[in-house]
C-alpha cells in the first residue's frame, strides 16, 4: 500500500473536514453520529471513533488501507469509527468510489424504519431530482453497527447505487469527490423528508417520465 504524500494527505484531510463541518450544520449528523471517509489509491483517511463530525481536525484522522481496512502506519490515540468494515465494503463494491458518507439523518434514519416503498427503491420518486441526482435509494437489510455483518448487507443489495439506507440505521452514499458524495447524502434526505410530508398517497412521479430522467442524467433507477 502507497502512503498518502504529505500535500494529498493534508488536501484530502481539510477536505473531509470541511465535510464533516458542513454535515453538522445542516443538521444530518446529531451529537457524535456519522463517519466519513476519502481515499486516494489504496489508502483512506476515515474520521476517528466518538468524535462528532463538527470537531474533526487532520491530526486526529486515521489511514487506512482501503480494501482491508488495516491500519497504514501506527497513529498513537487515533482510533477509526467502529464503521471501518462498511467503508471498505462499499470501496470494494465500487472501486470508482473515492468518497463514503455514513449519516444518521433523521428523515433518512425514519425512512430507513419503514417498508420500502418497492423492491427497487425505499424512498419513492415524488419529485424529478432524486433521479436526477442520485437515483435509487435502496434498502439493506439490518445488521448490528460496526459489525462484519452490516458491512455484508450491502451484498444483498444487487445492481447499482449511489446512495444505501441501512434498515433501522441511517443512509450510506459515496461518490467521486467528497461533495458529490454529501450531495447525494442531502438528496436522499430531502427526497425522504418530502415523502414523509407528502404521507401515503402521494403520487410518484410516472415510471415512463422517472426511466427518461434515469437515462438523460445517468443515474440507475
Known amino acids: 500500500m502507497r502512503p498518502l504524500d504529505p500535500a494529498t494527505r493534508d488536501l484530502l484531510a481539510n477536505s473531509l473536514c470541511d465535510v464533516g463541518r458542513r454535515a453538522v450544520a445542516m443538521n444530518l449528523s446529531p451529537g457524535a453520529s456519522g463517519n466519513l471517509s476519502v481515499r486516494d489509491g489504496a489508502t483512506m483517511l476515515m474520521t476517528p471513533s466518538g468524535v462528532g463530525l463538527g470537531e474533526l481536525s487532520p491530526a ?107 434498515a433501522h440505521h441511517g443512509l450510506l452514499a459515496w461518490g467521486t469527490t467528497l461533495d458529490g458524495a454529501l450531495d447525494a447524502a442531502v438528496e436522499v434526505e430531502e427526497a425522504a423528508r418530502t415523502a414523509l410530508l407528502a404521507g401515503p398517497d402521494a403520487q410518484p412521479l410516472p415510471t415512463p417520465e422517472v426511466t427518461a430522467l434515469a437515462q438523460q442524467y445517468g443515474t440507475t433507477w
Open 60 to 166: 486526529r484522522l486515521a489511514a487506512l488501507d482501503a480494501r482491508s481496512g488495516e491500519p497504514a502506519k501506527q497513529q498513537p490515540g487515533v482510533r477509526p469509527s467502529k464503521e471501518v468494515p462498511l467503508h471498505t465494503a462499499l470501496y470494494r463494491r465500487f472501486p470508482e468510489a473515492a468518497a463514503v458518507v455514513h449519516l444518521h439523518s433523521p428523515q433518512a434514519v425514519a425512512y430507513a424504519c419503514k417498508q420500502p416503498w418497492s423492491s427497487v427503491s425505499a424512498i419513492p420518486p415524488l419529485t424529478p431530482y432524486l433521479v436526477m441526482r442520485v437515483g435509487r435509494v435502496p434498502l439493506a437489510p439490518y445488521g448490528t453497527p460496526g459489525t462484519d455483518r452490516l458491512a455484508a448487507s450491502l451484498d444483498e443489495v444487487p445492481g447499482q447505487f449511489r446512495a444505501v439506507l441501512l
